[in-house]
């Protein structure tokens, strides 16, 4: 069993004995961003985050997590400044080459977590290509979202488009790592969400074309994220309105969720085409 859990922190000697000794060991890769989270939430919100998600599944599996980076792919975030984004070849090389390396060790199973919206795709391509060239098994396992708590988010996006830097990002700031927001920059702040109110009244999921409206919306949105909030956040509800219990909640019922999905694909045997690979 380990004692510490993230790469950077072992030695070469007690990583060589994880991977002797641990069962189909599993590395968990971490990315995120370094971008503008509007006035009052830290420009590493994103990659913070899911260094957390990370440590504590890690813990909970006796897994080794690593963050090969803080900047994700932000280039919408530019035109605020403290924003650094790499471009999308960028962010495939550091994963692939992460993965690789890794690969090259012995590693066959990685579980990818992604706390940035903006590297979805990048995400996702890069799993496909990993699988295919190292011959390992990628997962970037997603969920609970039958919970109450996911519920009342997914609720939140779908009324007031809240995410980025909204109710839903400092709630989990406020638990994660409450020191670095500064709540007191929000003194007096109003929506700055810019858009024809055409397009913001498609933000009703009680309509009943609203499976239509909202792609409508999406369809709708601008580049880069000045053009339509000059404050960065995203949304017409209040960052104030913070919950942080339900922050918390959401936490634990998503590591519970990795953890548990870790557990089961490791009682899978790694399929033939994974096999001698390396």
């Not at 922190?9 to 007690?14: H, I």
């Not at 993965?99 to 199973?109: D, M, Q």
């Not at 509800?237 to 942080?244: G, I, L, M, Q």
Request: glycine share 8%; net charge negative; charged share 20%.
């Amino acid at each position: 069993m380990l004692s510490k859990f993230w790469l950077h922190e072992l030695t070469r000697p007690a990583f060589e004995e994880w991977l002797e000794n641990e069962p189909d060991p599993v590395i968990i890769v971490g990315v995120g961003s370094l971008e503008q989270h509007g006035p009052h939430l830290p420009l590493g919100t994103d990659s913070l985050t899911i260094r957390e998600y990370i440590h504590a599944v890690a813990k909970r599996t006796n897994s080794v997590c690593v963050h090969p980076c803080f900047p994700g792919y932000s280039p919408h975030h530019m035109g605020f400044k403290g924003t650094i984004t790499f471009r999308e070849s960028t962010l495939i090389a550091v994963l692939m080459d992460t993965l690789g390396s890794l690969a090259n060790h012995g590693i066959k199973r990685f579980v990818l977590m992604n706390g940035h919206g903006g590297n979805t795709n990048i995400v996702n391509l890069t799993i496909q290509l990993a699988r295919r060239e190292f011959k390992v098994m990628v997962a970037a396992p997603e969920g609970p979202a039958d919970t109450d708590t996911a519920r009342a988010r997914i609720n939140r996006q779908r009324k007031h488009w809240d995410v980025h830097s909204g109710p839903t990002e400092t709630s989990t700031a406020l638990h994660l790592f409450p020191d670095l927001v500064e709540m007191g920059r929000l003194e007096g702040w109003k929506p700055t969400l810019n858009m024809h109110p055409d397009v913001i009244g498609f933000l009703n999921p009680e309509r009943e074309d609203y499976a239509l409206a909202g792609q409508v919306f999406r369809a709708c949105t601008e580049p880069d994220t000045h053009h339509f909030t000059s404050s960065g956040i995203y949304g017409n509800n209040d960052p104030r309105d913070a919950d942080t219990d339900e922050a918390t909640a959401r936490f634990h019922e998503k590591v519970d969720f990795i953890v548990d999905f870790i557990r089961m694909w490791k009682a899978v045997p790694i399929p033939p085409a994974f096999r001698n690979c390396t």
